[in-house]
């Protein structure tokens, strides 16, 4: 049993995320951010740092008076942030407050399965604790990201589209043997989408939009990842757009926004008319090389993108859209066509405050976003009793 009440491990949950996510990493921040007392706030910082999870260190020296000291997480404890890709797996060991340690990216085929695919990424994971100088004892969780449908609370892949062998398996359940650690699995896109709003945390109601070989969504709304019934939020890839009905879709039904508009299905145009684009990256070279007919295409593209985030900004009423994947490194083509359209079809009041950008994280957002959200669920009410009674030394 743990010596600390409920409402006590609130507090202290509530001080260790605001240091955690940057928000607040003095005493006096602290105590502005949350409305409490210096006694309060100093009483509960410290028996943080007694019990080892924060560490108070002496920032640059100023010209006069004392330094400030600054609040951190302690390197103890730490997260194995993986994003596993169709083609690729990124894996990150990062602290609680995301500073990373290690990182690398390997190639690899989803394809193969889920028991050749982590031991994979249990392989990398022991390179990277090597990097880092720790042991398995310093794992307090995996959060990983894969490319298909994921039911959050058991970790389970359901009826992914691509990954061959996975549907049906509980991802836990392979590190359970390996790790005594906490393992977290949500779909990608939901990853990036926390990456990308930890890195604004001023907008409460954020769309990551990816456009890859696929269309997908993850939807931020009130600073919490919405998920929906069965996690299937955000799933827009198969919105119908009017006038495509002659384009069949993988799913079964046709003109559908990812048939007609998303890195493959602009590949495909390319190939109709003659020219060697085998998926998005070929078409991002032959924009970046200016190819009039690629251009075209990605800007029909964000057009019909545009219709469907239309719709979805007059629904959720965000206060940013990021567009992220592989096609969204041509922004200048694909933003101001996606623009036009939302600020054209969408209501004024909905748009008024509207930011649209690409993402400012890249090919990280997915390693960001994994460990962002472990650190969340380290950090919340339970999570922190557990890290108190069981300190990581
Ligand atoms: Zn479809």
Redesign the pocket.
């Known amino acids: 049993m743990s010596d600390l009440g409920a409402r006590q491990l609130a507090a202290l949950s509530e001080l260790a995320c605001l240091v955690a996510d940057g928000t607040a990493t003095r005493r006096s921040q602290l105590a502005q951010v949350t409305g409490l007392s210096r006694a309060a706030v100093a009483q509960r910082v410290d028996l943080l740092v007694a019990r080892g999870l924060l560490v108070e260190t002496e920032t640059v020296a100023t010209e006069r008076g004392r330094p400030p000291l600054t609040l951190r997480l302690a390197a103890d404890a730490l997260i194995c942030a993986v994003d596993l890709g169709a083609t690729h797996v990124r894996a990150a060991l990062t602290t609680l407050d995301g500073a990373p340690l290690a990182e690398t990216i390997r190639e690899i085929d989803i394809n193969d399965g889920p028991q050749r695919t982590l031991t994979g990424v249990h392989e990398l994971t022991g390179e990277l604790l090597a990097e880092a100088g720790r042991a398995p004892r310093h794992l307090c969780a995996f959060s990983i990201g894969v490319p298909g449908p994921v039911e959050a609370e058991t970790g389970t892949v359901i009826r992914p589209p691509i990954m061959q062998g996975w549907d049906g398996y509980r991802i836990p359940d392979f590190f359970a043997d390996r790790y005594d650690a906490t393992v977290l699995v949500d779909n990608d896109v939901n990853m990036m989408a926390f990456g990308e709003y930890s890195h604004r945390r001023h907008l409460r109601h954020l769309l990551y939009i990816k456009v890859g070989t696929g269309i997908g969504c993850g939807i931020i709304s009130n600073g919490v990842l919405h998920r929906g019934a069965s996690g299937a939020a955000g799933d827009i890839?198969?919105i119908p757009l009017h006038g495509h009905e002659d384009v069949l879709?993988?799913?079964?039904?046709t003109g559908?926004v990812?048939?007609v508009a998303s890195g493959a299905a602009i590949a495909r145009a390319l190939r109709e008319a003659g020219l060697p684009a085998a998926g998005g990256r070929d078409v991002v070279r032959m924009v970046y090389e200016g190819n009039p007919v690629a251009r075209r295409q990605v800007r029909l593209a964000g057009q019909q993108i545009g219709e469907v985030l239309a719709s979805l900004v007059s629904f959720h009423n965000p206060d940013a859209i990021v567009l992220g994947g592989v096609i969204a490194q041509l922004h200048e083509d694909l933003l101001a066509d996606i623009r036009g359209v939302i600020y054209r079809r969408a209501l004024p009041l909905a748009t008024r405050t509207l930011a649209i950008e690409t993402s400012a994280l890249g090919e990280r957002a997915g390693v960001e976003g994994a460990a962002r959200m472990a650190a969340r669920h380290l950090l919340s009410t339970e999570g922190i009793e557990r890290l108190l009674m069981q300190p990581v030394r």
């Open positions: 890839g198969h879709c993988h799913c079964g039904n559908c990812e048939a």
